[in-house]
T-cell receptor
Framework: GAVVSQHPSRVICKSGTSVKIECRSL??????MFWYRQFPKQSLMLMAT?????????EQGVEKDKFLINHASLTLSTLTVTSAHPEDSSFYIC?????????FGPGTRLTVT | QKEVEQDPGPLSVPEGAIVSLNCTYS??????FMWYRQYSRKGPELLMY????GNKEDGRFTAQVDKSSKYISLFIRDSQPSDSATYLC?????????????FGAGTQVVVTP
């Protein structure tokens, strides 16, 4: 089946720095990509929806200036956590979909020290 | 009130028993219902996908959707220790909302040998 990859799988950064997470759909074209965040022992919470070539739509309570999303092509979306703080430490998971299918990436664990 | 309610467990069953999981929801616009399995520190893996009401069976897994009661279930027959994981229900509406998943909290399942 289709595969969605994420890079890096885990990252540790210092407070105040920015971190970019890549999400790639490897064998299908993802017209829409979703970014989720999962805190320990909690479920996945949708952060934003991005359509290729368009601005992302953010869920209530998610700061668009802090979580920059770019969906420049049908196979690549990036999430940049700007000026990261320890409370941004979480598991970030992307999923890509087209008209018929949706697949999740393996996740990126971000730790902000 | 959360849109999707799921008992977080943990649910412990002996090997060979039937695992019974369920979720309730409040949004009548949900049309697509999924069950995902998530191992620790991994992305979710799709187990079952159902559109609207009805039953679906795939090997040891049976998914049921009752839209009139806003209640979905997943049954795992002949459970194995390898089934120990967190099981997440998820659902979405149709059209542009398809794929924009609302997740339950996840139920931790432990199958003991």
């Amino acid at each position: 089946g289709a595969v969605v990859s994420q890079h890096p799988s885990r990252v540790i950064c210092k407070s105040g720095t920015s971190v970019k997470i890549e999400c790639r759909s490897l064998d299908f074209q993802a017209t829409t990509m979703f970014w989720y965040r999962q805190f320990p022992k909690q479920s996945l919470m949708l952060m934003a929806t991005s359509n290729e070539g368009s601005k992302a739509t953010y869920e209530q309570g998610v700061e668009k200036d802090k979580f920059l999303i770019n969906h420049a092509s049908l196979t690549l979306s990036t999430l940049t956590v700007t000026s990261a703080h320890p409370e941004d430490s979480s598991f970030y998971i992307c999923s890509g979909r087209n008209s018929y299918e949706q697949y999740f990436g393996p996740g990126t664990r971000l730790t902000v020290t | 009130q959360k849109e999707v309610e799921q008992d977080p467990g943990p649910l412990s069953v002996p090997e060979g028993a039937i695992v019974s999981l369920n979720c309730t929801y409040s949004n009548s616009a949900f049309q697509y219902f999924m069950w995902y399995r998530q191992y620790s520190r991994k992305g979710p893996e799709l187990l079952m996908y159902t559109y609207s009401s009805g039953n679906k069976e795939d090997g040891r897994f049976t998914a049921q959707v009752d839209k009139s009661s806003k209640y979905i279930s997943l049954f795992i027959r002949d459970s194995q220790p390898s089934d120990s994981a967190t099981y997440l229900c998820a659902m979405s509406g149709g059209g542009d909302s398809w794929g924009k998943l609302q997740f339950g909290a996840g139920t931790q399942v432990v199958v003991t040998p």
